[in-house]
């Protein structure tokens, strides 16, 4: 097998110097060889082991090699591998029945796609298809996929580098909702949530808006819980003014908050649902666009205009059963609330001794770790991704200095995001956050 002939440092090389490493300067990109990966750990080339404590790319959440879900990708693959998608499949129906029960309720028509953000395209076309309009109000500090729709619907600097070529057509961005640094300059409680106001001023100001899309609890920008009051109240901004709620559930969703979608934190009821990551735990790409029967019964007279090669392919399908029903068997929804509740305790006992700590918050197994460089300014140590050639940032040291420990965390910007798989033991809890606490010496020395 040529495959095996190959030296560590030869597929370090090749995959260097023939892919793109994402989201980067190219130069600094020096990518692990990973060969395995069991449970909460995975394994490098020279047999180092690292805990998992981001769920990958907060994916992960069966954990690896879970036994289910690879069996049902063999068995979907020797039945059916591919059928084009006009036709029936079983594992079409029986997936479909199957997110009957665990959606939200109301959401009964489904698009399947192959990521987060090719269902966020299609949520944006089927909101537009719907209600003949265009303009979909989002919000900074959000992300929404890669591709040109939805990076112009994403409000973090990751969507800058399209802007040159002309700005996104029809994506306004509201305030996100922060209480921790409310970029309205509100304090909450007592704020009557302006943030939702303001919202709603967009709209009444607007011409031609489609739809406002949410992320219900941001994850990349920082795992930012809205207070209560707030999804509510879009739902009832949305409803008063005929304009569709989408909910982008890609991280937030299947257990991750330790509900099954964080929607159901608030009873809110979005239009359209999008997701993807958990629905596989990441075995293979699934996204999903689910919308409500309203929407649906629009398209059995009018022309839904979207679709693709790959869409509901049933390898895809097939293992997103065995993935939601292995999350039933192992009722790791409630599981994410119990390990969630210990895991934040710790991470709030962490910001009592960490000066460079400036907000422990999260819901469920989905936390993040802000760093300040002034706990009373609340001044972030960067404010986007700038590590060319020179120093790294705080946030990247202190992941460094983890991954050098064993313990593999996503760091951005100036924040963690501590999303470990749902199957995580209180023990890994223990020994993750006694590597992070360690490790976050280097942020406090940088004050
Ligand atoms: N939406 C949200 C909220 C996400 O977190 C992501 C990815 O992290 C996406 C969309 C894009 O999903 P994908 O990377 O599967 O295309």
């Not at 036709?87 to 028509?109: C, H, I, N, Q, W």
């Not at 489609?210 to 207070?227: F, M």
């Amino acid at each position: 097998n040529p495959r095996n002939s190959l030296s560590s440092d030869e597929v370090v090389t090749l995959t260097r110097q023939h892919n793109y490493g994402t989201w980067r300067y190219q130069k600094s990109w020096k990518p692990l060889h990973i060969v395995d990966a069991e449970g909460c750990t995975f394994t490098d080339a020279s047999g180092k082991q690292y805990l998992d404590f981001s769920a990958q790319l907060m994916c992960s959440n069966l954990g690896h090699k879970n036994q289910a879900v690879i069996r049902a990708i063999g068995e979907q693959a020797q039945k059916l591998a591919y059928i084009m998608p006009s036709y029936a499949t079983d594992a079409r129906a029986e997936l479909s029945r199957l997110l009957l029960d665990v959606l939200p309720d109301g959401l009964t028509k489904f698009f399947f796609a192959t990521s987060g953000t090719e269902a966020n395209e299609a949520a944006f076309k089927i909101a537009r298809m719907y209600t003949g309009k265009t303009k979909i109000i989002a919000r900074y500090r959000s992300y929404h996929g890669s591709t040109m729709a939805s990076i112009a619907a994403t409000g973090d600097p990751r969507r800058w580098a399209m802007e040159p070529g002309g700005k996104g057509q029809g994506f306004l961005f509201a305030p996100e909702v922060h209480c921790y640094k409310c970029p309205i300059k509100h304090t909450y409680p007592g704020c009557g949530i302006a943030c939702a106001d303001y919202l709603e001023h967009m709209i009444e100001n607007e011409s031609d808006v489609a739809a406002v899309l949410v992320e219900p609890v941001v994850g990349t920008n920082g795992v930012l819980v809205p207070p209560p009051e707030y999804l509510p109240r879009l739902r009832e901004i949305c409803n008063r003014h005929g304009v569709l709620l989408i909910a982008d559930e890609v991280m937030s969703g299947w257990g991750r908050t330790g509900e099954w979608f964080a929607v159901n934190h608030w009873g809110v009821k979005p239009d359209i649902l999008v997701t993807a990551k958990g629905i596989t735990s990441a075995y293979v790409p699934l996204g999903l666009c689910a919308t409500t029967q309203t929407i649906a019964d629009y398209f059995e007279d009018h022309f839904f205009a979207h679709g693709h090669t790959y869409e509901a392919h049933p390898i895809t399908l097939g293992p997103a059963i065995a993935a939601i029903g292995e999350m039933q068997r192992l009722g790791l929804v409630a599981r994410a609330k119990e390990m969630g509740a210990y895991l934040g305790e710790k991470l709030h006992a962490l910001k009592l001794k960490h000066p460079s700590i400036g907000e422990v918050r999260g819901l469920g197994l989905f936390w993040a770790v802000d760093l300040v460089r002034d706990q009373q300014k609340k001044t972030p140590f960067n404010t986007k991704q700038d590590k060319v050639d020179g120093k790294p940032t705080v946030v990247d040291q202190v992941a460094a200095e983890c991954m050098k420990n064993g313990v593999s965390l996503q760091a951005w910007i100036s924040h963690f995001v501590i999303a470990p798989p749902l199957i995580i033991e209180k023990s890994q809890i223990d020994a993750a956050v006694e590597v992070f606490d360690r490790a976050l010496t280097i942020a406090d020395q940088a004050l």
